[in-house]
């Protein structure tokens, strides 16, 4: 893994031309504290998904059914962040980037926070079950635009130069999300009993956004707009020109960057959904694992991941954004059978080192995608590009993959998914070697 650059003086904050550090500053922290805390949100949510949330919110006494429609409304998050996406995509490239930050972190953070005032099914019945089913549509619906906003306005305000590192910070809001929200339940199991855990220590986790949400409310409403949408719509005013109807529309009407990107994102999804996810089932149900020594190896495993983002955006700013993903793309590919090796080895430090290892490559993948993907369309539907790739894949790629896994394993053996893993990567080597380079592009082009 690259190592991360000692920052000093001159490289602490590098900003865009003509735009203040501590105008900068405010932008890196607002953006960064805001994916910290939508991936805190839906992290957590999984988590008392599975353990929690099914006997308090669904009816029946069936614990397997409730479990399954606990998870089901997991799911639905997923299916409601490409929908956010479209909404804010073409809200964003219209209204600009600023506007869309605040409001999609305002109704992610009120949407969590209310889920730890809800009346259970027991107190209010079928209601309390259909309020749990909307707010979790509000929060993948809000996520769907937030993480768009959040990168593109680093993406935007940043030095071209070190586009990369800069980006990648947002990015790597999911594995700190993760960690914290692993952290919460962690701490919050050990400090209660079962009972008081399940009967009012839950709502704690979700009540704690409402800290995060004034804080990072504070720092974004001291954001200045994208100086670079500015331009753009300056630039549109002076030439008089009608504004599409829909940068949506025409972005899907110039398909080329969406599928690239998509292809990209493809076997990343899948990677990270295998590494993180579906680990914990496999290794706890077909071996000796505990849960806890599982859920400890994926938050070590999380905490690599977020030093590979910011390893992979530095080193795609000296060597450029294709080698810079070329490199560990091949790299999971090759560790996806020696993965399954170690998990299968029935040794814990193995499956430390097979956990860790999938993810610090998949980080060091994921970290140069923030700038790549901004880079690959134009200011004017830029936020709508963003917002289709990131939010498109995570729907036909990152949700079906541990369910595609499971039922591999299940009917043809660890084989069929180490197959499914590599297969999906080579989609992304491909869409990459036939991309451009895009390091440096200039956002303030018109193309």
Same mark, same amino acid.
């Given at each position: 893994?690259?190592d991360?650059?000692?920052?000093?003086e001159?490289?602490?904050?590098?900003?865009?031309?003509?735009?203040?550090?501590?105008?900068?500053?405010?932008?890196?922290?607002?953006s960064?504290?805001?994916a910290v805390l939508?991936w805190?949100d839906?992290a957590?949510?999984?988590i008392?998904?599975?353990?929690?949330l099914g006997?308090?919110?669904f009816?029946?006494?069936?614990?397997?059914?409730q479990?399954?429609l606990?998870?089901?409304?997991?799911?639905?998050g997923?299916?409601?962040?490409?929908i956010?996406g479209?909404?804010f995509g073409?809200?964003?490239?219209r209204?600009g980037?600023?506007?869309?930050?605040?409001?999609t972190?305002?109704?992610?953070?009120?949407?969590t926070s209310?889920?730890?005032?809800?009346p259970?099914?027991?107190q209010?019945?079928?209601?309390?079950?259909?309020?749990l089913v909307?707010?979790?549509?509000?929060?993948?619906?809000a996520?769907?635009?937030?993480?768009?906003?959040?990168?593109?306005m680093?993406?935007?305000y940043?030095s071209?130069r070190?586009?990369?590192?800069?980006?990648?910070?947002?990015?790597?809001?999911?594995?700190l999300?993760?960690?914290?929200?692993?952290?919460?339940?962690?701490l919050?199991?050990i400090?209660?009993s079962?009972?008081?855990?399940?009967?009012w220590?839950?709502?704690?986790?979700?009540?704690?956004?409402?800290?995060?949400?004034?804080?990072?409310?504070?720092i974004r409403?001291?954001?200045?707009?994208s100086p670079?949408?500015?331009q753009?719509?300056?630039?549109?005013d002076?030439?008089?020109a009608?504004?599409?109807?829909?940068?949506?529309?025409?972005?899907l009407?110039h398909?080329?960057p969406?599928?690239?990107?998509?292809?990209?994102?493809?076997?990343e999804? *899948?990677?990270?959904? +295998?590494? #993180?996810?579906? @680990?914990?089932?496999y =290794?706890?149900?077909s071996?000796g694992? /505990?849960?806890?020594?599982?859920?400890?190896a994926v938050?070590?495993?999380?905490?690599?991941?977020?030093?590979?983002?910011?390893?992979?955006?530095?080193?795609?700013?000296?060597v450029?954004?294709?080698?810079?993903?070329?490199?560990?793309?091949a790299?999971?590919?090759?560790?996806?059978?020696?993965?399954?090796?170690?998990?299968?080895?029935?040794?814990?430090?193995?499956h430390?080192v097979?956990?860790?290892?999938?993810?610090?490559?998949?980080?060091?993948?994921?970290?140069?995608?923030?700038?790549?993907i901004?880079?690959?369309?134009?200011?004017?539907?830029?936020?709508a590009?963003?917002?289709?790739v990131?939010?498109?894949s995570s729907?036909?790629?990152?949700?079906p993959?541990?369910?595609?896994?499971?039922?591999?394993?299940k009917?043809?053996?660890?084989?069929?998914? *180490?197959?499914?893993l +590599?297969? #999906?990567?080579? @989609?992304?080597?491909? =869409?990459l070697?036939?991309?451009a380079? /895009?390091k440096?592009?200039?956002?303030?082009?018109?193309?």
């Amino acid at each position: 893994m690259p190592d991360l650059p000692i920052p000093d003086e001159a490289a602490v904050v590098k900003p865009a031309a003509g735009v203040s550090r501590s105008a900068f500053r405010r932008v890196l922290a607002g953006s960064t504290a805001g994916a910290v805390l939508e991936w805190y949100d839906f992290a957590l949510y999984g988590i008392l998904a599975a353990t929690v949330l099914g006997p308090l919110f669904f009816p029946g006494g069936n614990a397997v059914a409730q479990l399954l429609l606990a998870l089901a409304t997991q799911g639905l998050g997923f299916v409601a962040r490409p929908i956010g996406g479209i909404v804010f995509g073409h809200l964003g490239d219209r209204l600009g980037r600023k506007p869309m930050l605040v409001v999609t972190f305002l109704l992610l953070g009120l949407s969590t926070s209310a889920i730890g005032l809800l009346p259970t099914y027991a107190q209010a019945g079928i209601g309390a079950t259909i309020s749990l089913v909307v707010l979790r549509l509000v929060q993948g619906f809000a996520l769907g635009g937030e993480f768009g906003a959040a990168v593109l306005m680093v993406s935007e305000y940043g030095s071209p130069r070190r586009r990369g590192f800069w980006s990648a910070w947002p990015q790597a809001g999911a594995p700190l999300g993760t960690v914290l929200a692993t952290g919460v339940v962690g701490l919050l199991t050990i400090t209660l009993s079962s009972g008081q855990f399940a009967q009012w220590g839950w709502r704690i986790g979700f009540l704690l956004a409402v800290p995060l949400l004034i804080i990072g409310f504070w720092i974004r409403r001291r954001i200045d707009e994208s100086p670079v949408f500015q331009q753009a719509r300056a630039r549109a005013d002076s030439a008089a020109a009608e504004r599409p109807r829909s940068s949506i529309l025409e972005t899907l009407a110039h398909p080329g960057p969406v599928l690239r990107g998509l292809g990209v994102r493809l076997g990343e999804n *899948v990677a990270f959904y +295998v590494y #993180t996810v579906f @680990v914990v089932a496999y =290794a706890t149900t077909s071996f000796g694992y /505990t849960k806890s020594d599982v859920l400890l190896a994926v938050t070590v495993g999380s905490l690599l991941q977020f030093a590979g983002m910011l390893a992979g955006g530095h080193w795609s700013d000296v060597v450029g954004r294709r080698i810079a993903m070329l490199v560990p793309a091949a790299g999971l590919a090759v560790w996806a059978p020696l993965f399954f090796l170690m998990v299968q080895s029935d040794s814990l430090p193995l499956h430390y080192v097979g956990v860790g290892v999938g993810a610090a490559l998949h980080g060091l993948l994921a970290g140069p995608e923030a700038a790549w993907i901004a880079e690959l369309f134009p200011t004017e539907r830029r936020f709508a590009g963003a917002s289709l790739v990131f939010q498109g894949s995570s729907i036909i790629a990152g949700a079906p993959a541990p369910l595609i896994a499971v039922w591999l394993v299940k009917n043809h053996g660890t084989t069929a998914v *180490v197959l499914y893993l +590599v297969a #999906t990567i080579a @989609v992304t080597l491909v =869409a990459l070697l036939f991309s451009a380079e /895009t390091k440096g592009a200039d956002f303030g082009s018109v193309r």
